[in-house]
């Protein structure tokens, strides 16, 4: 039974440049969040994603907007790079009817902005 | 979501207990203790989580104090690959619309030989 997974590992862009990232969650999982990790910080969450739809959100600008797919993966787009994007990205799986209390995380992306 | 407070780091023998502190003083009737652990490098990975009971599972225990203003994660014996950020966060388990999880700077451990 595969976990959470991830793509990329590391991925390196340049400022003003847009990004993808994609989470694939635990098997029979359907909720995706997604966390941004600054070096040496506790996770801030982005936003959530259950039946396609985004959730909830947290204090992200619109610059970082999200997708989920009928196969409950999801996608985190982030347009207009700046450095302060720099960060470990982690993407979140749960199942709603257990109201998320065990939420499995995946290695996460390694994103540099330069 | 309510505050949580813990000690920056601390240092624990290999196979003792190790006691994880963790105040939540303005902590509501609805909302649950979680414990998260971060080992370098990886995702967080969901240790326990409780209300008002004490409660084990493989992993650790934790304990809430009657009043509910604050708990201690115990990991019964510490091994070296127990080193790692422990977060301790209290969020209403409201179902799909609520699944935020509020990090804090958590417990920075490091078991030694």
């Known amino acids: 039974d595969a976990g959470v997974t991830q793509s990329p590992t590391h991925l390196i862009k340049t400022r003003g440049q847009q990004v993808t990232l994609r989470c694939s969650p635990k098997s029979g999982h359907d909720t995706v969040s997604w966390y941004q990790q600054a070096l040496g910080q506790g996770p801030q969450f982005i936003f959530q994603?259950?039946?396609?739809?985004?959730?909830q959100r947290g204090n992200f600008p619109d610059r970082f907007s999200g997708h989920q797919f009928p196969n409950y993966s999801s996608e985190l787009n982030v347009n207009a790079l700046l450095l302060g994007d720099s960060a470990l990205y982690l993407c979140?799986?749960?199942?709603?009817?257990?109201?998320?209390?065990?939420?499995?995380f995946g290695p996460g992306t390694r994103l540099t902005v330069t | 979501d309510a505050k949580t407070t813990q000690p920056p780091s601390m240092d624990c023998a290999e196979g003792r207990a190790a006691n994880l502190p963790c105040n939540h003083s303005t902590i509501s009737g609805n909302e649950y203790v979680y414990w998260y652990r971060q080992i370098h490098s990886q995702g967080p990975q969901y240790i326990i989580h409780?209300?008002?009971n004490n409660e084990t599972n493989e992993m650790a225990s934790l304990i809430i104090t009657e009043d509910r203003k604050s708990s201690t994660l115990i990991l019964p014996h510490a091994t070296l690959r127990d080193t790692a950020v422990y977060y301790c966060i209290v969020r209403v388990a409201i179902g799909a619309a609520g699944n935020k999880l509020t990090f804090g700077g958590g417990t920075r451990v490091l078991v030694k030989p």
């Open positions: 994603y259950y039946e396609e739809e985004e959730r």
């Open positions: 979140a799986s749960s199942l709603a009817v257990t109201s998320g209390y065990e939420q499995y």
């Open positions: 409780g209300l008002k």
